[in-house]
């Protein structure tokens, strides 16, 4: 999967101005157990360099995509980081691993509840969930030292910026 990301970086090096990425960012993906973050039926998948399908009409983003998006985040030591769209969990935890604070929110109870009880069971205790939407953010703790959407909106939201 690594060699993937790097392949795939290499290759949209002019679109996304990144000709490597960080190598915490790689370090903290080799990490996570992603297929941990997939449904059974799908884990001979999990490190497949493409999006797969978590329940609910969602999926768990493509290895490239979340080195990529964790990288542009340019994240220091200890970040405060709030996440819109948990999903699997699997962002968090990549940005767990780099020693990131996260707040992570998620619209649809069902994935909400799974991914507090995946937070739980592999040690990633120290991020906090919950369900609602991140529309309006997470006020209570901000500011944050970057924000990072992996859900769809149409525009970005104000409380957001």
């Known amino acids: 999967m690594l060699q993937e990301i790097e392949a795939d970086t290499r290759l949209t090096a002019r679109q996304t101005g990144r000709k490597a990425l960080d190598s915490r960012v790689m370090a903290a993906m080799a990490r996570v157990p992603r297929h941990d973050f997939v449904p059974p039926e799908l884990r001979r998948h999990a490190y497949d360099n493409r999006p797969l399908p978590i329940g609910y009409g969602q999926t768990i983003s493509q290895p490239y995509i979340v080195a990529l998006m964790t990288d542009l985040l340019g994240l220091g030591a200890a970040a405060k980081v ?6 699997s969990g699997y962002q968090a935890a990549v940005l767990s691993e780099l020693g990131a604070r996260v707040f992570t929110i998620e619209i649809i109870p069902e994935l909400g509840s799974d991914v507090a009880e995946r937070f739980a069971k592999l040690g990633y205790s120290e991020i906090a969930s919950r369900v609602g939407d991140g529309y309006y953010g997470w006020e ?18 104000p409380p957001l910026v």
């Open 82 to 87: 709030l996440e819109i769209g948990t999903g």
């Open 140 to 157: 209570e703790e901000a500011p944050f030292d970057a924000v990072i959407v992996t859900a769809a909106s149409p525009t970005i939201p």
